[in-house]
T-cell receptor
Framework: NAGVTQTPKFQVLKTGQSMTLQCAQDMNHEYMSWYRQDPGMGLRLIHYSVGAGITDQGEVPNGYNVSRSTTEDFPLRLLSAAPSQTSVYFC?????????????FGPGTRLTVT | KNEVEQSPQNLTAQEGEFITINCSYSVGISALHWLQQHPGGGIVSLFMLSSGKKKHGRLIATINIQEKHSSLHITASHPRDSAVYICAVRETSGSRLTFGEGTQLTVNP
């Protein structure tokens, strides 16, 4: 299994540009989520999904969109990048229904918005 | 007040010392996670607990559901244990994880 994969690893955007951060898992996990990590703030939940076709907002959803058309993929879209979105982004996944909630994290995407 | 609080925020130890990191939470939970983030940025799940105690090698995690408290212990600490240790809880009311701010551990040789 590849586990949780994220692309790209690094990205630099100009203010106003759009982009999609990709996340995929091959473990048939129902639950997938996106977090951002900023110095002194810990991991904060952006959006999450409990299954294909179901998404919900986390703590800091503004400026981000998600979709979950398949179990495997959970892309995060920045529609109009802002400097406040400079951060490290992590995707994670886990089972839900089996009661095994062990979290698997992707390697992260370091995004800089200038 | 954060729903998940960790202490200490920073911890420096000498190689071989016994280390304890604490996590307190204020909500009802179905599970508590301990995660490790290395200087390179990758995050690894160490433990998931819903009761009692678990042990992996030199790492021990305990949880007291009544007191809403968990501890992560590292015995015979080593410089390679230097990392950020993060506590996270899955609330009984939903599927989301809520994270503590992390504890930066540095183990000196």
């Amino acid at each position: 299994n590849a586990g949780v994969t994220q692309t790209p690893k690094f990205q630099v955007l100009k203010t106003g540009q759009s982009m999609t951060l990709q996340c995929a898992q091959d473990m048939n996990h129902e639950y997938m989520s996106w977090y951002r990590q900023d110095p002194g703030m810990g991991l904060r939940l952006i959006h999450y999904s409990v299954g294909a076709g179901i998404t919900d907002q986390g703590e800091v959803p503004n400026g981000y969109n998600v979709s979950r058309s398949t179990t495997e993929d959970f892309p995060l879209r920045l529609l109009s990048a802002a400097p406040s979105q400079t951060s490290v982004y992590f995707c994670a996944s886990s089972y839900l229904r089996t009661g095994n909630y062990e979290q698997y994290f992707g390697p992260g995407t370091r995004l800089t918005v200038t | 007040k954060n729903e998940v609080e960790q202490s200490p925020q920073n911890l420096t130890a000498q190689e071989g010392e016994f280390i304890t990191i604490n996590c307190s939470y204020s909500v009802g939970i179905s599970a508590l996670h301990w995660l490790q983030q290395h200087p390179g940025g990758g995050i690894v799940s160490l433990f998931m607990l819903s009761s009692g105690k678990k042990k992996h090698g030199r790492l021990i995690a305990t949880i007291n559901i009544q007191e809403k408290h968990s501890s992560l212990h590292i015995t015979a600490s080593h410089p390679r244990d230097s990392a950020v240790y993060i506590c996270a809880v899955r609330e009984t009311s939903g599927s989301r994880l809520t994270f503590g701010e992390g504890t930066q551990l540095t183990v000196n040789p």
